[in-house]
C-alpha cells in the first residue's frame, strides 16, 4: 500500500465541476478512475482487449478487474479470463465519509458532514457471496482497499429536504486506509474474533465480530465454504461451526 502515490493519484484526476445538470467532468466514476491509476500507472494497458471481454487492466500476465458494485456482473468475464490468466478483483468500501449535497439549480455545493457510518471488513461480503464458487479457484486474488471519501448527493429525493432518496453522483477518494487481501482460506481465517467459543453459532459470531445476524448469516458461510471454518454440528436449529485448526494460529488477526 503506497499513502503517497495514491493521494497523488486522487489530487491529478480530482477535477470534478458541477454543471447545471450535477454532472461531473469525468467520463468514468472517480473512484474507479483512481483505482485503475493506482494499481497500474501505465495507461497502455488499461481497456485492454482480451477475447472476447474488455479488461479495465492487462499487464501481459495478470487481469485486474476494478468493480465499485454488483460483482455478479463479473462471472462470465472471470470463466473466460481465469483459463489463460491469474485475476485480481478489486472492490472498494469506504471508511470515513463526507457527504457533501449539491443544488441542481444552482450547482452550489454544500459544506461537508462527517457520516457517522464507518465501512468494515464484513461489509464487502454481500458482493463476495455473488462470486462465491470464484473464491476457491487457483488464480483469484480479492483486494478490498478501505477508502476515505467525499460523497456528492443531489438534492433531488422525495422527502421534504430533498435528501431520502437523493441521487448520489459521485464518491471522490482522499485517501487510502488499509487495503485487506484474499487469496487463499488463512487470509479469511484472520476475521475470526479470538473470543468465540470452541464451536459456535452465526448469531454469536455476529456478537463477537459487531455485526448484524443477517450480515453474519452471510459471512459465516463463506468462511465455511473457503476452508477457513467447518460445519460441526447443529445447536437446535441453528448450525454449529468450527474453526479450521490448520490456520488456528491466524485466530482473530486483524
Not at 461537508?112 to 463476495?128: C, M, N, T, W
Amino acid at each position: 500500500m503506497d499513502q503517497e502515490r495514491f493521494l497523488q493519484i486522487c489530487q491529478e484526476i480530482d477535477s470534478i465541476k458541477w454543471d447545471r445538470n450535477g454532472i461531473g467532468t469525468l467520463k468514468e466514476k472517480t473512484v474507479h478512475a483512481i483505482l485503475k491509476n493506482y494499481y497500474e500507472p501505465d495507461k497502455r494497458k488499461h481497456e485492454v482487449r482480451v477475447g472476447r471481454y474488455i479488461a479495465d487492466i492487462f499487464t501481459g500476465t495478470e487481469i485486474v478487474e476494478i468493480q465499485t458494485r454488483q460483482l455478479n456482473k463479473l462471472r462470465e468475464k472471470l470463466k473466460v479470463f481465469l483459463e489463460d490468466y491469474p485475476v485480481t478483483i478489486v472492490y472498494p468500501i469506504y471508511g470515513k465519509k463526507w457527504i457533501y449535497w449539491v443544488e441542481l439549480e444552482t450547482g452550489k455545493v454544500s459544506k461537508g458532514r462527517v457520516s457517522p457510518k464507518h465501512g468494515s471488513i464484513f461489509d464487502a461480503f454481500y458482493e463476495l457471496y455473488k462470486i462465491k464458487p470464484f473464491l476457491i479457484i487457483e488464480g483469484i486474488t480479492i483486494r478490498i482497499p478501505v477508502l476515505t471519501i467525499r460523497e456528492y448527493k443531489c438534492l433531488d429525493g422525495w422527502s421534504k429536504d430533498r435528501k431520502k432518496g437523493a441521487t448520489r453522483l459521485d464518491r471522490v477518494p482522499m485517501g487510502i486506509e488499509e487495503e485487506i487481501v484474499f487469496q487463499k482460506a488463512e487470509d479469511y481465517a484472520k476475521l475470526i474474533p479470538a473470543e468465540l467459543e470452541e464451536t459456535f453459532t452465526c448469531k454469536e459470531f455476529a456478537q463477537c465480530a459487531g455485526i448484524s445476524l443477517k450480515q453474519a448469516q452471510i459471512v459465516v458461510p463463506i468462511l465455511s465454504f473457503v476452508g477457513s471454518l467447518k460445519q460441526s454440528g447443529k445447536k437446535g436449529r441453528a448450525y454449529l461451526y468450527m474453526r479450521n485448526k490448520k490456520f488456528s494460529f491466524l485466530e482473530g488477526k486483524k
